[in-house]
């Protein structure tokens, strides 16, 4: 058996990819384009795991992802790839539309092509699994209930808006050509190989490197937080047991404001490797310009997934966040390739062979 996963080689593709082959011997095809985000040495423990099948290719080509479909006949597909970063969607929002919606789009009509064409059996276990995020449902207020899956659709950004565009596309192949669908909306994740331009690793590194630490607007913007392990086990369960058509949120009931997740960062900082002049990370705090449109809170109901599919998550964050911290400070190869931009060397230089054509 075989599993298709998109945008493998990111931070949570790259995660998935790992922990699935940690407990299944099921073969995973790992179709990344290798964007700015993409890097292929997370995976470096996969170099001569014949389970692991890395396909340098774009969700978007009309051409190769059907090719690969019918040569390796997935039961499934797992779609990660897109792009995640909310200030780079404010900067350049022509990328999200391409690769989240129209790259989502042409996936769906690949997948729904092979999946027409598939013995009864293998068609009704087949399943497309969308991974989407809370940041579709839009802005709380303080005292508003958390996202229920039922919550309306209003995303703010154009991250947000490229990704509520796919869900809608998710939703309709289901609805008007019977694909079986699952898509799960989750929170922010963090954990191992997460980008360092987003809050929780970049202030690990600039932290260590003596950079100052931004915080958007007062630093109170309000966000659920789940360790990407958790994230990948609750992707697993749905997987297994999602019921098709329907959605899923995913998180770690966990809200913090952002300025106490820095804080807590840099208190773990100051313990496990404290600044030569004695004083606290916390001194590299610095106020800047709030993002534009920035949503002050986002909160996961995550009761129906703990209901119907028995998912909740191991980590706290006072665990998952050690955890974490941990990971960067023994990682520091890890970081320094990704701010050189050697990573992008790397795939030619040492997974160049068992990258497939
Ligand atoms: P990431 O930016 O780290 O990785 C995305 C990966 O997708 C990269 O490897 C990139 O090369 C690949 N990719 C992008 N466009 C592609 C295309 N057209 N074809 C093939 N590959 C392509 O992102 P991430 O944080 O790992 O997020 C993965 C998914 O989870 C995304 O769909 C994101 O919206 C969603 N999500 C992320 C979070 C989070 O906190 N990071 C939370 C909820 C949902
Ligand atoms: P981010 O990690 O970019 O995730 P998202 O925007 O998808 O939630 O940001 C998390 C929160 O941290 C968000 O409210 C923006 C804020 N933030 C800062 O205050 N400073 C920073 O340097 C970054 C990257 C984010």
Redesign the pocket.
Do not use: M, P, R, W
């Given at each position: 058996m075989t599993i298709l996963v998109?945008?493998?080689?990111?931070?949570?593709?790259?995660?998935y990819v790992l922990d699935w082959l940690a407990q299944s011997d099921e073969t995973v095809v790992n179709?990344?384009?290798?964007?700015?985000?993409?890097?292929l040495q997370n995976l470096a423990s996969l170099k001569d795991d014949s389970r692991h099948v890395f396909i340098h290719?774009?969700?978007?080509?009309a051409k190769r992802v059907p090719e690969l479909l019918a040569k390796y006949q997935p039961r499934a597909v797992v779609?990660?790839?897109?792009?995640?970063?909310v200030d780079r969607s404010i900067h350049g929002p022509g990328e999200f539309v391409?690769?989240?919606i129209v790259?989502t789009y042409q996936l769906l009509e690949s997948v729904r092509a092979y999946w027409a064409a598939l013995p009864a059996s293998a068609k009704a276990a087949f399943r497309f699994l969308h991974?989407?995020?809370?940041?579709v449902y839009g802005s709380l207020d303080k005292n508003d209930p958390a996202f229920t899956e039922s919550h309306a659709y209003a995303p703010n950004s154009p991250?947000s808006a490229s990704?509520a565009a796919s869900d809608h596309l998710v939703r309709a192949w289901h609805h008007t050509y019977g694909l079986p669908v699952l898509t799960?909306?989750?929170?922010?994740?963090?954990g191992p190989y997460?980008?360092p331009e987003?809050l929780i690793p970049l202030v690990i590194v600039n932290a260590l490197a003596g950079k100052t630490l931004p915080m958007y607007g007062d630093g109170q913007q309000i966000r659920d937080w789940?360790y990407?392990k958790d994230?990948c086990s609750a992707i697993r369960r749905v997987l297994e047991a999602g019921k098709p058509g329907e959605t899923y949120n995913v998180g770690g009931w966990n809200e913090k404001a952002n300025l106490d997740i820095v804080r807590t960062i840099c208190g773990l900082l100051d313990g496990l490797r404290p600044r030569v002049d004695g004083k606290s990370y916390a001194d590299q705090i610095a106020f800047v310009i709030d993002r534009p449109g920035h949503d002050r809170r986002y909160a996961i109901d995550a009761r129906k997934i703990e209901r119907e599919l028995g998912w909740k998550p191991a980590e706290s964050f006072d665990t998952g966040i050690a955890k974490t911290v941990q990971w960067y400070l023994s990682n520091q190869d890890w970081v320094a390739n990704v701010q050189s931009g050697a990573y992008r060397d790397w795939v030619v230089a040492q997974y160049g062979a068992t990258v497939a054509a």
């Open positions: 998109t945008g493998g080689a990111g931070f949570i593709g790259s995660n179709l990344d384009k290798l964007s700015y985000a993409g890097n290719g774009d969700i978007g080509d779609n990660f790839a897109a792009e995640s970063h391409q690769n989240n790259g991974i989407s995020t809370d940041e991250y990704k799960t909306n989750c929170s922010n994740n963090y997460h980008f987003k789940l990407v994230h």
